[in-house]
């Protein structure tokens, strides 16, 4: 190099360092200007510049070449090399379709083309150009693995990881390879197979980002979400603005119930891809990019499962503002309305989510659930028997709770509960076996619920918890749900031997808890219904555990030993319907609490819209019981009993409305429906019960809670018995305060007799005599037999275990 080129390339360097790129280009330039064959210098400069990091000024430099050594295909290619690691795809690619024009043939250009369109998502060009590459120089290991992911985000991820096995085969020491493979293995589900390919990455790059965020990922499927934290956390230790990770760890802590550090997770995902983003774009409006829809949506879910509904519907409209084909989004808005009882819009975005997308799990099951609640029953018939179809055919279409008001076949509420528990609640032996204990002084119960607050299970629950004897048994409630702060919360806290709040408790950690407490039976009181925790007992918390309450049907979970019942809700011959061994108590499998009392008002017919002279029919399930076969029912007995009245649960405006329209439509003058509107003390409405003369109750889905109600308060109530759990009930209970002439068979029966109870007032004074002289010495109402006879039930589970026996059916005495 002679003098004063030295010198003047120290110029440039000055202007450069004093970051007047102009001044420096000019340098170059000049340079060049006066003798070509300085380019070679020039080169190098550029290339001392690239790899210092100093992308800018190896840039600068090759720009200056590129018009004076258009032939020479390194200059392009280095262009494209800066354009690729500052995030300038787009740049990226042009510069690589430049170096192509001086040589098509350059295997390394079109590997580095392939992975630029790969950047871009244009997988379909990026693995025509690898494939090209490919022909040209097989033996290149970066090919086949860009090739991979291409064919890994095209959803080929059998070519895919074909293509990754081409790569290590040729450099078994590619961990980056490897940790792509382990992508395409957990898309096909294949996770120890993922697992196993992890840990070569890692053993050969311990400090691999990308290869803890995939074992994260791997670990999360598997539900081992402290482990898969401490990866992510490894990750992020390693590469602080990796989103992708900050995202998928709020995932988990979602899993964990731990929703609020969930949400500073998405924020911080969000804000890192924010700035990621602003390196490479132009456009400040950052967050109207469409890949943020996934975290708007995540961060809508954690705050939906705080119940903070109306800030989640925020968050999902902003998605949907970046991506309104978002068929997760439509389906949980619609979730969250429905939480909101906006029933009609809830129903329309299932209905758009479902146009965008006609197989999302569960969600058919949904939308008719939520139609039910408004009494929207337009083309059921037909609907039901497609939703039926899919059921046996072991489709993902309905949770169970919604088919039991749809039906009343026990064999498809079976089918269901196993579809559901299937996919959601297998069992998980990450906890081990829980070690067979020595027979102990007291038998340890645990009660599990989210509903230890005014919730109708406590309701009937709470004097059990008192009565039982705590010289033979030690109760625990494990309580998640919220805590209402109520009388009977209180009540409760003090009932037991020992009351845990675990709502932030993760499933996992409340089976752990359980069993140091040593609990032998775990009661699960809520079962398919809302907030319940079935993936608690799927670690399996005690060594029994029983299905009893909340739920009226089986879980179809094989970890569930037994189901509380009694023999007019299973027979023998039905228990083939039922995954759990069932515990037949002697009267009903139904309590309640002989401390709940109506309080002492006295209301008038008057005060609530019911006329004085007429004789009042009442109903007051909830409104997703009601379906045209039981209005065309009640539309008969109000037309066979024209000097009566219908009085009803206003459940909701929509549901009111379609009620109205529905009895018109069967000829019944809509003023004749009396809707009652909420009161906020039980013992009120207990108190009002005695307003009405005779209670019809639905069908298929029963009146539980309701039922007894009317029942305590005197009275009677006429019942359609039929072949499901949730529909024997009221039959159970019947039954059990010695009422059977108030159960029938078939519709016409039900109808038949309501008319005529109606019509003869001798008849229907006899039966409301009888239940109130039955309501003091029959079953039903007296708590303390039955816990003595629900504590019989786990004595003998208790034997059975201790003897090393397999659950079987119990028969209480």
Not at 117 to 123: G, I, P
Not at 569 to 596: A, G, N, W
């Amino acid at each position: 190099m002679n003098a004063q080129l030295k010198i003047m390339l120290q110029k440039a360097v000055e202007a450069f360092r004093t970051v007047n790129f102009d001044g420096a280009t000019s340098i170059l330039i000049e340079i060049l200007e006066n003798d070509i064959k300085n380019a070679n210098t020039i080169f190098e400069l550029g290339i001392a510049y690239a790899k210092s990091n100093k992308f800018t000024e190896a840039l600068a430099v090759f720009l200056c070449l590129q018009p004076y050594k258009n032939d020479d295909v390194r200059i392009p290619y280095n262009v494209g090399l800066i354009h690729s690691l500052r995030g300038m795809h787009q740049l990226a690619l042009e510069a690589y379709d430049l170096a192509l024009n001086i040589n098509p043939d350059d295997a390394v250009v079109l590997i580095n083309k392939g992975s630029t369109c790969n950047d871009l998502k244009n997988y379909v060009l990026a693995i025509e150009v690898l494939e090209k590459a490919i022909n040209i120089r097989p033996d290149i290991p970066e090919a086949w693995s860009n090739k991979g992911v291409a064919l890994s985000n095209l959803n080929l991820n059998q070519e895919a990881i074909d293509a990754y096995n081409k790569a290590i085969d040729l450099n078994p020491s590619y961990h980056e390879a490897l940790s792509n493979k382990v992508v395409s293995l957990n898309k096909l589900k294949r996770y120890t197979e993922a697992s196993e390919v992890c840990d070569k990455a890692l053993a050969l790059n311990p400090d691999y980002a990308e290869a803890h965020y995939n074992k994260g990922l791997i670990l999360s499927e598997l539900k081992s979400y402290d482990e898969a934290i401490a990866h992510f956390d490894k990750a992020l230790k390693l590469r602080p603005d990796y989103h992708e990770v900050w995202i998928s760890k709020g995932l988990v802590l979602c899993q964990l119930k731990r929703y609020e550090e969930a949400i500073i997770h998405y924020d911080r995902g969000i804000q890192l891809k924010c700035a990621g983003e602003a390196l490479v774009n132009d456009d400040k409006v950052l967050n109207m990019q469409p890949d943020f829809a996934e975290a708007w949506c995540n961060k809508g879910a954690a705050l939906h499962e705080l119940k903070r509904y109306d800030d989640a519907i925020t968050h999902y409209d902003k998605a949907l503002s970046l991506k309104p084909d978002y068929h997760e989004v439509w389906t949980n808005k619609g979730l969250a309305l429905n939480e909101l009882k906006c029933y009609d819009k809830a129903v329309d975005h299932y209905e758009k989510a479902l146009s965008l997308k006609s197989d999302i799990d569960w969600l058919s099951g949904d939308l008719f659930h939520t139609k039910m609640k408004i009494g929207s029953w337009f083309d059921l018939a037909d609907s039901l028997k497609h939703l039926f179809k899919k059921v046996m055919a072991n489709e993902k279409v309905t949770a169970p709770y919604a088919l039991l008001s749809l039906a009343d076949d026990p064999l498809l509420h079976k089918k269901s509960a196993e579809i559901y528990a299937h996919d959601k609640y297998s069992f998980n032996p990450i906890l081990g076996t829980i070690v067979r204990r020595s027979k102990k002084a007291k038998i340890r119960i645990g009660y599990f619920s989210a509903d230890f607050k005014n919730h109708p299970v406590s309701l009937l629950t709470a004097e059990i918890f008192e009565l039982h004897d705590k010289a033979r048994f030690e109760i625990t409630a494990f309580s998640f749900g919220v805590d209402d702060k109520s009388l009977l919360r209180r009540r409760l806290s003090k009932a037991f031997d020992k009351f845990i709040d675990v709502m932030t408790f993760s499933d996992q950690q409340i089976a752990e808890l359980s069993r140091e407490l040593g609990i032998d039976i775990a009661i699960d009181l809520g079962g398919f219904t809302q907030d319940s925790r079935t993936g608690i007992f799927s670690h399996r918390a005690a060594p029994i555990q029983v299905n009893w309450l909340g739920y009226p049907g089986t879980l179809g979970c094989d970890f569930i030993d037994y189901i509380v019942a009694d023999s007019n809700i299973i027979s023998e011959s039905d228990q083939e319907f039922y995954t759990e061994k069932v515990v037949y108590l002697p009267d009903t499998s139904m309590v309640d609490d002989s401390k709940r009392v109506a309080s002492s008002r006295e209301y008038t017919r008057e005060q609530w819209g019911l006329p004085e002279d007429k004789f009042v029919f009442c109903c007051f399930n909830n409104d997703f019981k009601f379906n045209p076969k039981i209005l065309d029912s009640w539309s008969i007995i109000l037309l066979g009993m024209e000097h009566s009245v219908l009085w009803i649960s206003e459940n909701n405006e929509f549901f009111k409305a379609n009620i109205k329209t529905e009895f018109e439509k069967r000829g019944i003058d809509s003023k004749r429906i009396i809707f009652a509107q909420r009161v906020e003390l039980m013992a009120d409405h207990l108190a009002r019960y005695s307003l009405a003369d005779l209670f019809l109750d639905t069908h298929p889905y029963n009146a539980h809670t309701t039922a007894l109600d009317s029942l305590k308060a005197g009275v009677p109530v006429l019942t359609l018995k039929g072949q499901s759990f949730a529909s024997r009930v009221a039959a159970s209970l019947l039954n059990a305060i010695r009422l059977p002439e108030l159960i029938t068979n078939t519709q016409e029966e039900y109808e038949a007799l309501a008319i005529e109870l109606a019509m003869n007032p001798e008849k229907l004074a006899d039966i409301k005599f009888k239940l109130a002289k039955n309501r003091l010495t029959t079953p039903l109402f007296n708590t303390p037999l039955f816990t003595k006879n629900l504590e019989s039930a786990y004595v003998q589970m208790m034997e059975r275990y201790q003897a090393n026996l397999l659950p079987d059916h119990i028969y209480v005495q």
